[in-house]
C-alpha cells in the first residue's frame, strides 16, 4: 500500500472527526447533553449512529481475516452480530428506555434499589468496555503498521488521543454526531473497493471459488515470518529459506521441507514458488496470546460454532456503548424504531467483509503464514488492481478503518467513562466525566502497548461471552421477571459473568493452550450463560423476601407506553 495517499487519508479522516465533533460541541449545554444527548436523538440519526460504533475493528478487519483462514463457518460472526440485535429489539429496547436510567448501573438500581447490584453492574460495565476497547486500539496499530511501518502502539495512540479529545469536549451530543457520519464512510470504504476488485476478480482468470481447494500461491511470493511460527506440513514442500527451519541456519538456500512439523524462526524469509499450497501455521509459545481461537475450532467445530451463537447474540444487549445509546432516544417507540433501522444498516454492512476474506485467500493467502490476516482488507487493493487506482481504493480502505477504530472507541470510552463519573470519581459534573474519559482510555492503552493480540475479531467474540454471561440474565430477568431479587442478581452477574470473565483471561494468557479444557475456556458462553440465569433465578427464589418493594410500579414503568404511565402516575 502506497503511503503517500494512505496516509493523507488516515489524516483527514482524524480532522474531519474533529470538525464533526466540534459541530456537537457547540450544541452540547447541559449535564444531559453530556450523558444522553438530553434523550431527544431520532430514530434515523441514532441508528446511523449505532451502526457506527457497533461496526468495529472487528466487522471492518476481523471478519475478513477469519474468513480468509478458516472459510464460511466463520459467516456465523456477522450472522450472530446482526441477529443480537433482534434479540434486543423483541426484549429490551423500549423497556430500558422507559427506565429512564443514564446507564447500566443506573438501571440495576432503579429495577432493584440496591447500591450494592449498582457497583457490581459497574465493575463489569467497566470490564467489558475494556475487553472491547483493547482490540480496536490494537487494530489501529495493525493498521498504521501496514500502511507506514510504525510500531504497533502508534496506531492505538492516535486513536486514544481523537478519542479521548472528542468524547471529554462534548460527550454523548458530539459523539453522536461523528458515529453517524463514520457509519456512512465506514460502508463507502467497504463498498466501492469491493465493486472494483470483484470486477477485477472476474476479468483475472483466478479460481470461481475460493474454498473448494486448499490456498495456493497464484505467483511467487516472499513471507518474512514476524514471529516463530510451527508448520505441520502434510506433505513435502520445497522452499527458498533465508533464516533459521527447525534451528539451522540458511543463506538464500533451497530446501525440501518433509511432511511433519517444522519451526520458522522470527525474521526468517520464506520464498514460494507459484502454485505451492500455503502450508498450515501456528504461532509458537505459551506466553500471552500466543494461541488463536482456531485450534478450538479444528478440535471441536460444533461445541465452538454454538458458543460462538450463544455470546453473539445475546452478548449485544448487554454491550455498554450499545446499551447506553437507548437512552438518548425520546421514548419507547423511538428506541423500538432505531432498532428495526440498526438491523437493516448493520445487515447491509456485513455483506461486505466476508467478500474481503473470500478474496484474501486467493489474492494474499501468505498472510496466515504472517499471523497479519487482520490486514487483508488493506492489501487488496493493491495485489488486485495496483498503480494510482488500487492507491486511490487502498486509501479509501484505510480511512473507513480508521473510522472503525474510531466509532468504536467512542463509544465504549463515552459508556465507561459514564459509568466512572457517575460510580467511582468523587463528583458527577461535567469536570468530572472529562477525568473519567482519561481513565476509560488509558488502562486499554496501556494494555495494547504492553500485550500481543488476538486475531481481532476473535478478541471481540471474548468481550461478547462476557457481556452475555453477566448483562444479558440481569437485562432479561429484571425486565420480564418481577420475582428477581438484589442476591439473586449479584449472584447470577458473579457466577456467570465472573466465570466467563476468568476463562476469557485464562484465554488470552495462553492457558492451557489445547485440549477439552481450551475449548471450555476459549468459547465459555455456552456453559456461563446457563449458568447466569441459573444461579439469578435460584438464588432469588431461596431469597423471595428480598424482592424490592415497588417492583410492580417499576414493571409497568418498563413496559406501559410513556403516555399510559404518565396518566397513570396522574
Request: charged letters at 10%.
Amino acid at each position: 500500500m502506497n503511503p503517500n495517499f494512505a496516509i493523507p487519508a488516515v489524516a483527514l479522516v482524524v480532522v474531519a472527526t474533529v470538525l464533526v465533533g466540534a459541530f456537537g460541541l457547540r450544541v452540547s449545554r447541559t449535564t444531559s447533553d453530556f450523558y444522553v444527548a438530553s434523550r431527544t436523538v431520532g430514530p434515523r440519526l441514532n441508528a446511523a449512529a449505532i451502526s457506527g460504533e457497533y461496526l468495529s475493528a472487528a466487522s471492518f478487519l476481523g471478519i475478513a481475516g477469519l474468513v480468509l483462514v478458516q472459510g464460511p463457518d466463520m459467516l456465523w460472526y456477522p450472522v450472530g452480530y446482526t441477529a443480537g440485535y433482534l434479540v434486543l429489539l423483541l426484549f429490551v429496547a423500549a423497556p430500558l428506555r422507559r427506565s429512564g436510567a443514564y446507564t447500566l448501573p443506573d438501571f440495576a438500581e432503579a429495577r432493584l434499589a440496591s447500591p450494592g447490584v449498582r457497583r457490581l453492574a459497574g465493575a463489569f460495565v467497566v470490564g467489558v468496555g475494556w475487553l472491547y476497547l483493547l482490540p480496536q486500539l490494537q487494530g489501529a496499530g495493525l493498521t498504521l503498521a501496514v500502511l507506514t511501518g510504525a510500531p504497533d502502539p502508534l496506531g492505538g495512540i492516535v486513536v486514544a488521543v481523537v478519542v479521548v479529545a472528542t468524547v471529554a469536549a462534548g460527550g454523548m451530543r458530539s459523539i453522536t454526531f461523528v458515529q453517524a457520519f463514520q457509519y456512512w464512510l465506514k460502508l463507502t470504504a467497504l463498498l466501492v473497493p469491493a465493486l472494483f476488485l470483484l470486477l477485477a476478480w472476474q476479468g483475472d482468470g483466478a479460481p470461481r471459488h475460493a474454498f473448494e481447494e486448499p490456498a495456493t500461491f497464484r505467483e511467487q511470493r516472499t513471507v518474512r515470518v514476524e514471529d516463530t511460527v510451527d508448520l505441520d506440513l502434510e506433505r513435502p514442500l520445497t522452499v527458498t529459506v533465508r533464516g533459521r527451519v527447525d534451528g539451522r541456519p540458511h543463506d538464500e538456500t533451497r530446501l525440501r521441507l518433509s511432511a511433519g512439523p517444522h519451526r520458522i524462526a522470527a525474521g526468517t524469509r520464506l520464498t514460494f514458488a507459484a502454485g505451492t499450497p500455503v502450508p498450515a501455521a501456528e504461532r509458537a509459545g505459551t506466553g500471552p496470546m500466543s494461541t488463536s481461537l482456531a485450534a478450538s475450532r479444528e478440535e471441536r467445530p460444533l461445541y465452538a460454532t454454538y458458543g460462538l451463537i450463544l455470546a453473539t447474540f445475546l452478548g449485544t444487549m448487554g454491550l455498554p456503548h450499545v446499551v447506553v445509546r437507548f437512552y438518548t432516544s425520546p421514548h419507547g417507540v423511538a428506541a423500538r424504531r432505531t432498532t428495526v433501522a440498526v438491523l437493516a444498516l448493520i445487515g447491509g454492512f456485513y455483506l461486505l467483509p466476508p467478500v474481503y476474506g473470500a478474496l484474501g485467500r486467493l489474492y494474499a493467502p501468505e498472510l496466515t503464514l504472517t499471523k497479519g490476516t487482520d490486514a487483508a482488507v488493506l492489501l487488496l487493493p493493491d495485489r488486485m488492481i495496483g498503480g494510482l487506482g488500487g492507491d486511490l481504493l487502498g486509501a479509501l480502505v484505510a480511512g473507513g478503518a480508521f473510522a472503525a477504530f474510531l466509532s468504536t472507541a467512542s463509544g465504549l470510552t463515552m459508556a465507561v467513562a459514564g459509568v466512572l463519573t457517575q460510580d467511582v470519581l468523587p463528583s458527577r459534573g461535567v469536570r468530572h466525566f472529562r477525568l473519567g474519559t482519561v481513565l476509560a482510555m488509558a488502562v486499554p492503552l496501556a494494555a495494547s502497548v504492553l500485550v500481543g493480540g488476538l486475531p481481532v475479531a476473535d478478541a471481540v467474540g471474548l468481550a461478547f461471552a462476557v457481556s452475555a454471561s453477566s448483562f444479558c440474565p440481569l437485562l432479561v430477568l429484571g425486565i420480564w421477571w418481577r420475582r428477581l431479587t438484589p442476591p439473586g442478581a449479584a449472584a447470577g452477574m458473579l457466577v456467570g459473568g465472573g466465570s466467563a470473565f476468568l476463562a476469557v483471561a485464562a484465554t488470552m494468557a495462553g492457558f492451557p493452550g489445547g485440549g477439552p479444557l481450551h475449548a471450555l475456556l476459549a468459547w465459555p458462553a455456552l456453559w456461563s450463560v446457563p449458568l447466569g440465569f441459573l444461579t439469578m433465578v435460584l438464588v432469588s427464589l431461596a431469597t423471595a423476601s428480598r424482592v424490592p418493594p415497588g417492583t410492580a410500579a417499576i414493571l409497568a414503568r418498563f413496559h406501559l407506553p410513556e403516555e399510559l404511565w404518565a396518566e397513570a402516575k396522574a
